[in-house]
């Protein structure tokens, strides 16, 4: 079994990061680290800073001692069937997701991919909150 966790490089992917890692350490499971991008805004220079990116996580993991995968997924999905997905392949114990603060209004509507995640995957879903 592993943690899949859905990473981009922000304050709300950081936690996201964060929890899921000290789940596994607590759990003593794999974690499956996942950055997906729509390929068709995916330009050079963001792939090399998001590869940049990428390489200081498995750095960071290879530090804590946690075993884990680190994937870039551009395959033009959407990063909730990419998760979701990989959460099924892996058959995860859970996913993590981070999620950002909203106003008011924004509270009427959660973030499309973070609610398919919610709504789609088979196993449990931990929903991360970014300190302020």
Request: overall charge negative.
């Amino acid at each position: 079994m592993s943690i899949v966790v859905g990473y981009i490089p922000t304050k709300e992917g950081r936690a996201a990061l964060a929890r899921a890692a000290e789940e596994c350490l607590l759990r003593q499971t794999n974690l499956v680290v996942i950055n997906s991008q729509r390929g068709s805004s995916f330009d050079d220079a963001e792939a090399s800073r998001f590869e940049e990116e990428l390489q200081r996580v498995q750095a960071q993991l290879d530090e804590a001692g946690i075993d884990h995968e680190v994937r870039q997924l551009v395959r033009g999905l959407e990063p909730a069937e990419d998760l979701v997905a990989v959460a099924d392949e892996e058959k995860a114990d859970f996913i993590v997701i981070g999620l950002r603060r909203r106003s008011p209004v924004g509270k009427l509507i959660l973030g499309s991919n973070a609610q398919r995640i919610l709504l789609e995957a088979s196993c449990p879903v931990l929903a991360v909150k970014a300190a302020d």
